[in-house]
């Protein structure tokens, strides 16, 4: 891939790629200081998305990037033009959470980790949360790929480009989410685009995940329904059928 310029006009040559999803790839830096890496979208940004990540990188400060690959300098295929991507923290050593809280990943991923472990894990997720919230702004997909752990028990978040941003006085929506994450209010939409999330949407799918963890994996609104034909998750939840607890 050619080099890239970022938001200072610097020229930014990529290295070895390091990952890559549905929406774009990631890149090491081997100009930049260890721990930065370079994400560059598959397809062209658009114009409302090229000025939420402009939005995150002027936003950008330390305690953002201490628990999430934040955007830190957008990135342009020209000095001043269009933008192509972003450079964001490395996520080195840490493991999804999801290998945390399933039993057998855990036996690979993290063999000698004990309660106290995960206590200490929910507590730094919850922790993380509550930095995106004090910026103003909410996670909206709450999802089990979201959160990463380090060895130490320290998370970071990833996909921060998702996230619903405040800046300006304008508001730069998330217009995704995972139905077995979404609070019982917002399950009757098949669409989040126009949607505006609240920190306490986001509330809910943090008390999930931790239920996760407490509980290797088992989600709450996955009991043996008595009823009549079938009960898949995001409709217990709809309904409020949690039963763990009651007489």
Same mark, same amino acid.
């Given at each position: 891939?050619?080099? =890239?310029?970022?938001?200072?006009?610097?020229?930014?040559?990529?290295?070895?790629? %390091?990952?890559?999803?549905? *929406?774009?790839? %990631?890149?090491?830096?081997?100009?930049?200081?260890?721990?930065?890496?370079?994400?560059?979208?598959? *397809?062209?940004?658009?114009?409302?998305?090229q000025?939420?990540l402009?939005?995150?990188?002027g936003?950008? @400060?330390?305690?953002?990037?201490?628990?999430?690959?934040?955007?830190?300098?957008?990135?342009?295929?020209?000095?001043?033009?269009?933008?192509?991507?972003?450079?964001?923290?490395?996520?080195?050593?840490? *493991?999804?959470?999801?290998? =945390? /809280?399933?039993?057998?990943?855990?036996?690979?991923?993290?063999?000698?980790?004990?309660?106290?472990?995960?206590?200490?894990a929910?507590?730094?997720?919850?922790?993380?949360?509550?930095?995106i919230? #004090?910026?103003?702004?909410?996670?909206?997909?709450?999802?089990?790929?979201?959160?990463?752990?380090?060895?130490?028990? +320290?998370?970071?978040?990833?996909?921060?480009?998702?996230f619903?941003?405040?800046?300006?006085?304008?508001?730069?929506?998330?217009?995704?989410? %995972?139905?077995?994450?979404?609070?019982?209010?917002?399950?009757?939409?098949? #669409?989040?685009?126009?949607?505006?999330?609240?920190?306490?949407? @986001?509330?809910?799918?943090?008390?999930?995940?931790? +239920?996760?963890?407490?509980?290797?994996?088992?989600?709450?609104?996955?009991?043996?329904?008595?009823?009549?034909?079938?009960?898949?998750?995001?409709?217990?939840?709809?309904?409020?059928? /949690?039963?763990?607890?009651?007489?």
């Amino acid at each position: 891939m050619s080099d =890239l310029f970022d938001s200072q006009g610097g020229q930014i040559s990529l290295g070895k790629k %390091v990952g890559s999803g549905g *929406e774009g790839a %990631v890149y090491e830096v081997p100009s930049l200081e260890h721990g930065i890496v370079a994400k560059v979208y598959h *397809e062209h940004v658009s114009h409302e998305k090229q000025a939420k990540l402009r939005a995150m990188a002027g936003g950008c @400060d330390e305690s953002l990037r201490s628990i999430a690959a934040w955007p830190l300098r957008t990135l342009h295929a020209d000095r001043g033009g269009p933008i192509r991507g972003f450079l964001m923290p490395k996520m080195a050593g840490h *493991e999804p959470i999801h290998h =945390l /809280y399933g039993p057998s990943h855990r036996k690979q991923s993290f063999p000698e980790k004990d309660w106290t472990f995960l206590i200490n894990a929910a507590r730094n997720t919850a922790a993380a949360f509550t930095v995106i919230h #004090s910026h103003g702004h909410v996670i909206g997909d709450v999802n089990p790929n979201l959160v990463f752990v380090a060895p130490n028990s +320290f998370v970071k978040l990833i996909d921060c480009d998702s996230f619903q941003i405040v800046a300006g006085g304008k508001n730069f929506l998330c217009e995704v989410g %995972v139905p077995h994450f979404t609070p019982p209010e917002l399950q009757k939409y098949t #669409s989040f685009k126009g949607i505006r999330r609240t920190p306490n949407h @986001d509330n809910f799918g943090l008390a999930l995940l931790i +239920f996760h963890l407490l509980l290797m994996g088992r989600h709450p609104f996955s009991g043996v329904f008595r009823g009549k034909g079938d009960m898949p998750i995001e409709k217990a939840i709809a309904e409020l059928r /949690y039963e763990i607890g009651r007489a």
